[in-house]
Nanobody, 128 residues
Framework: QVQLVESGGGLVQAGGSLRVSCAAS????????LGWFRQAPGKEREFVAA????????LYADSVKDRFTISRDNAKNSVYLQMNSLKPEDTAVYYC?????????????????????WGQGTQVTVSS
């Protein structure tokens, strides 16, 4: 049984930093692409960042580029999202996701329908 468990969310002031983590079990971690998505109230779940299977290729939404960093530790079956210079508009529930499929072009990894495993989410709230 595959499980993804996020942790590390919380309340932070604008301009601050936070790191969310996701621990995976029940899958061959190194062969899965990993993604972070977020969903704010009343909005669609949107792509934030992804790390392709080899981990050396990372992708970011324009809204978080140069502020957020995704990293994966295959030895610990974990993926992280370091968030710096946080803004109130970053407030959302953050979800990690894993995909055992092999995508082609980068845009493939930004589409939530291509991920077959999801965590339960962790709330990140940024106050102004």
């Amino acid at each position: 049984q595959v499980q993804l468990v996020e942790s590390g969310g919380g309340l932070v002031q604008a301009g601050g930093s936070l790191r969310v983590s996701c621990a995976a079990s029940g899958l061959t971690f190194s062969t899965h692409a990993l993604g972070w998505f977020r969903q704010a109230p009343g909005k669609e779940r949107e792509f934030v960042a992804a790390a392709r299977q080899r981990g050396t290729v990372t992708l970011y939404a324009d809204s978080v580029k140069d502020r957020f960093t995704i990293s994966r530790d295959n030895a610990k079956n974990s993926v992280y999202l370091q968030m710096n210079s946080l803004k109130p508009e970053d407030t959302a529930v953050y979800y990690c996701a894993a995909s055992g499929l092999l995508g082609g072009v980068d845009i493939w990894y930004t589409r939530k329908n291509n991920y077959n495993y999801w965590g339960q989410g962790t709330q990140v709230t940024v106050s102004s």
